[in-house]
């Protein structure tokens, strides 16, 4: 409650408390499509780091060697390129997405919105409806309540603790880091993480909810700027719906003045975020689509035709006809086929060996006499393949140039190695400065050259 002070000055409290939300079961064909993608996604999550590819787990970002190994492909330093490319062009689909069909994503794959409805079943299953669930917190502690609490409790901490440990798999092997944690032989850094993942499933999906949507995620703010009036919205029908009251079933609605609502709220006591639909768009709304379920039910049972609170758009609502090719559907869609081909073009050219060449910084060059003038390198050469490949190093450029060194290189899968290489170029075509090139060509068969630029130094370069 806001006071006054001596001077007139009014203040309140800088937080307000919210009411717990109850949301009540639901059945329907969304409750039902909801369930089956929370089942669907926690199974990918907690199934992906057990999954094994060419004898290897099939999904491991292995930080330590700096490698991302995702299926049959390995992403190195160097390809990290293709990560900030991904993660822009979920960004874009997240915005063709909102802009065709809303918040979906909120409503059906939002990690805050599948475990929440994980620990919410979890919760019903132990301690009963929306009523039974009030009721019992709202009792003294007696034995029931605390074998009750007790046991959500257990459910809630053992599926909090195998989140963490499934995502910390993702960077960790999953049968050793199972095997050191059986044993008590973890890290003290393998341990942190997996319980501070643990812990934060364990209060945001547990604890914080709707809270999580309403206060804390940034994409409830801007969704508006990526809305329009084609844009597929949960919406109640207003014309129809109004004004509410209850009656009787199968009485006449019309001649007693009332629309199609019967002001039941069933609607907002399935709401996981508590809010009613009926008062319009608000950004708490995550496109759930419990609601329509709820007054579809409702429908039935008094008789009238579904449909009251559904997925629709402010242009039908308007009895105007929806648009879905539109200007900023033409250019999310265009922004994603050019970053699409771009990334899946890039992956497949993408080269399986990679050859750096750094010169000596100590000397520039040296006369070897008769040989003529001689420059120092250092080539390092990664191989991105899972098996071993031989290499034949060759230079040109320059006229009686060789390459004082053994030309056969052998590296093994998915390793680097660093050879010290000496060129030699006869003193009348050493002119410092001329460009040369290495090549680098697998002689196993496998069809690989990598071309490397650098510069010969000599004695004739002026500075």
Not at 49 to 65: C, K, M, S, V
Not at 146 to 164: M, N, S
Not at 345 to 357: F, V
């Amino acid at each position: 409650m806001a006071k006054t002070s001596g001077s007139g000055y009014e203040y309140g409290k800088l937080y307000r408390s919210e009411d717990k939300v109850y949301p009540r079961e639901v059945k329907g064909r969304f409750a039902t499509l909801r369930r089956v993608a929370m089942f669907v996604l926690l199974g990918v999550f907690y199934g992906g780091p057990w999954l094994i590819w060419e004898g290897r787990q099939a999904i491991l970002f292995d930080l330590p060697a700096r490698k991302f190994y995702i299926f049959g492909m390995t992403l190195w330093p160097q390809d990290f390129v293709y990560l900030a490319l991904l993660l822009i062009i979920l960004a874009v689909s997240l915005f063709f997405f909102t802009a065709i069909a809303g918040r979906l994503w909120c409503g059906y794959a939002c990690p805050q919105t599948v475990w929440t409805e994980a620990f919410t079943w979890i919760e019903m299953a132990i301690e009963g409806d929306r009523n039974k669930r009030m009721k019992l917190d709202k009792a003294p502690w007696t034995l029931t309540k605390i074998r009750k609490k007790a046991l959500k409790q257990f459910c809630w901490i053992t599926l909090a603790l195998f989140t963490g440990f499934s995502f910390v798999a993702y960077f960790t092997p999953v049968r050793p880091l199972a095997a050191d944690l059986v044993n008590m032989e973890a890290n003290s850094w393998t341990v942190f993480w997996l319980l501070f993942y643990g812990f934060a499933t364990y209060v945001n999906a547990g604890f914080m909810r709707e809270q999580v949507c309403k206060y804390m995620c940034p994409y409830a703010r801007f969704q508006g700027a990526m809305f329009d009036h084609d844009t597929l919205i949960i919406t109640y029908d207003e014309e129809r719906g109004e004004p509410r009251g209850s009656r009787r079933r199968g009485s006449d609605a019309q001649a007693q003045g009332l629309g199609d609502c019967v002001d039941c709220t069933m609607c907002v006591q399935v709401c996981p975020t508590g809010i009613d639909i009926r008062e319009g768009l608000q950004y708490e709304c995550i496109a759930c689509a419990a609601c329509i379920d709820a007054c579809d039910t409702v429908m039935d049972k008094v008789g009238s035709p579904r449909g009251l609170i559904r997925y629709s758009t402010e242009r039908a609502l308007e009895h105007k006809s929806y648009r879905l090719i539109r200007p900023r559907t033409i250019v999310y869609t265009g922004i994603l086929v050019v970053l699409l081909a771009s990334m899946v073009s890039s992956i497949a050219l993408r080269k399986p060996a990679i050859m750096d060449i750094i010169r000596d910084r100590n000397t520039l060059y040296r006369d070897v006499g008769r040989e003529g003038i001689e420059n120092s390198f250092t080539v390092r050469i990664v191989n991105k393949h899972n098996v071993d490949h031989e290499y034949k190093l060759s230079v040109s450029g320059l006229e009686g140039i060789e390459l004082r060194t053994d030309s056969r290189i052998a590296v093994a899968g998915e390793s680097v190695v660093t050879v010290p290489v000496s060129v030699t170029v006869p003193h009348e075509h050493a002119a410092g400065g001329n460009v040369i090139s290495f090549e680098l060509t697998s002689i196993d068969g496998s069809d690989i050259t990598v071309i490397e630029e650098s510069r010969f130094r000599g004695p004739t370069e002026s500075y």
